[in-house]
T-cell receptor
């Protein structure tokens, strides 16, 4: 069965420092996509970054990068130069190409950025 | 702004009632997904439509139903509401049925059943 695990319920980081949010996944399907979403206190789900299972390079989107280690089945999100506005819940999600496209979400990590 | 519009933003109703949540996908997106987010269950996939046809069902209760109309907007109908149905309901859209394309989420409808 497919599963996403986020083992850090809550994290703190000092403003301007980098932080890594952990995500491990489980699937036997060779083709999949990994996603990170941000959910601020206002509730909306904001797409951050995507990594395909066949992508050779780690994905980057501005201050966000995805540390993809396929053999370990991990897809950690790295946020560089944290800002106060980064305080939010962060969800890792997986999508199987062979499936209909539904996302399977982890339980989320709450990140608090300290000034 | 994701381009996905959900109405209403908030809904307060009583047990046993029926409500309809509405979603307008991004322009050009043919796929619509519904998700439920609750504190105890997290984010759960409910159902997917593609160009008017149901494509996948997840943990959707029989009391819930959905449809996608010819103009591609979608509605999620929740009936015989129970306290446990209180949750944040998201709609998401994409231009395909599966694969690596992104899902763009609306801002959600917060349902409170009293």
């Amino acid at each position: 069965a497919q599963k996403i695990t986020q083992t850090q319920p809550g994290m703190f980081v000092q403003e301007k420092e980098a932080v890594t949010l952990d995500c491990t996944y489980d699937t036997s399907d060779p083709s999949y996509g990994l996603f990170w979403y941000k959910q601020p206190s206002s509730g909306e789900m904001i797409f951050l970054i995507y990594q395909g299972s066949y992508d050779q390079q780690n994905a980057t989107e501005g201050r966000y990068s995805l540390n993809f280690q396929k053999a370990r089945k991990s897809a950690n999100l790295v946020i560089s130069a944290s800002q106060l506005g980064d305080s939010a819940m962060y969800f890792c999600a997986m999508r199987l190409v062979s499936n209909t496209g539904k996302l399977i979400f982890g339980q989320g990590t709450t990140l608090q950025v300290k000034p | 702004d994701s381009g996905v519009t959900q109405t209403p933003k908030h809904l307060i109703t009583a047990t046993g009632q029926r409500v309809t949540l509405r979603c307008s996908p991004r322009s050009g997106d043919l796929s619509v997904y519904w998700y439920q987010q609750s504190l105890d269950q997290g984010l759960q996939f409910l159902i997917q439509y593609y160009n008017g046809e149901e494509r996948a069902k997840g943990n959707i209760l029989e009391r819930f139903s959905a449809q996608q109309f010819p103009d591609l907007h979608s509605e999620l109908n929740l009936s015989s509401l129970e306290l446990g149905d209180s949750a944040l309901y998201f709609c998401a859209s994409s231009d395909q049925t599966g694969g690596g394309e992104k899902l763009f989420f609306g801002s959600g409808t917060q349902l409170s059943v009293l």
